[in-house]
């Protein structure tokens, strides 16, 4: 078996702050993804990357820089947090390429003040 | 862009009664549609998918059911117990974008005793 680790798991930031937000997966796991868990709007796409050094934008990309400069990291950073935001970022990993399970870390949650 | 509308917010049923959740997608394209729990305060883990070359797919008491022509697909959960009550997401891919997987905003089901 494999674990997503997400860092740090609570996050508090100040408007106007960049925040980084880091998971790291020992699945050996091609694919990752970011998502953005708000309540009552589901999961959105922030980023998702197919490999070492691959980037493709998601539906909510702006706002967000993601890098993936090893396989088995991916982190993703907020560039300017909204002041009251709150949300749950989700990281997932895949194996290869087509069909395939998605695995989920536990979240990180952004709290900005 | 493509979407997917999951139909029911909340859903509850009855100790040992059938519970339905449907979704509904956009792109024909979409091949493959699987199906995430997210117990209270966890994460998402993977419970069930269908591939597009089949209507039907059952595993224990979980059973999805695939409607290419309406671009619906539903997910069935006989013999519900108190530990099936959770948040249910369904999601979409699209065939040849191996990476983009996007989701429902979610249906909480309650299983009362």
């Known amino acids: 078996g494999g674990i997503i680790t997400q860092t740090p798991k609570f996050l508090i930031g100040q408007e106007g702050q960049k925040l980084t937000l880091k998971c790291q997966q020992n699945?050996?796991?091609?694919?990752m993804y970011w998502y953005r868990q708000d309540s009552g709007k589901g999961l959105r796409l922030i980023y998702y990357?197919?490999?070492?050094?691959?980037?493709q934008k998601g539906d909510l990309s702006e706002g967000y820089d993601a890098s993936r400069e090893k396989k088995s990291s991916f982190s993703l950073t907020v560039t300017s947090a909204q002041k009251n935001e709150m949300a749950v970022f989700l990281c997932?990993?895949?194996?290869?390429?087509?069909?395939?399970?998605?695995?989920f870390g536990e979240g990180s949650k952004l709290t900005v003040l | 862009g493509e979407k997917v509308e999951q139909h029911e917010s909340t859903l509850s049923v009855r100790e040992g009664d059938s519970a339905v959740i449907n979704c509904t997608y956009t792109?024909?394209?979409?091949?493959?549609f699987p199906w995430y729990k997210q117990e209270a305060g966890k994460s998402l883990h993977f419970v069930i998918d269908?591939?597009?070359?089949?209507d039907r797919k059952q595993s224990q008491r979980l059973i999805v059911l695939l409607d290419k022509k309406a671009k619906r697909f539903s997910l069935h959960i006989t013999a519900t117990q108190p530990e099936d009550s959770a948040i249910y997401f369904c999601?979409?891919?699209?065939?040849?974008?191996?990476?983009?997987?996007?989701f429902g905003l979610g249906t909480t089901l309650q299983v009362q005793p």
């Open positions: 999601a979409a891919r699209i065939t040849g974008n191996t990476g983009k997987l996007i």
């Open positions: 699945f050996n796991h091609d694919t």
């Open positions: 997932a990993s895949r194996s290869g390429q087509g069909a395939g399970q998605l695995y």
């Open positions: 792109d024909t394209a979409s091949s493959y």
């Open positions: 269908i591939r597009s070359n089949v």
């Open positions: 990357s197919i490999t070492e050094n691959d980037l």
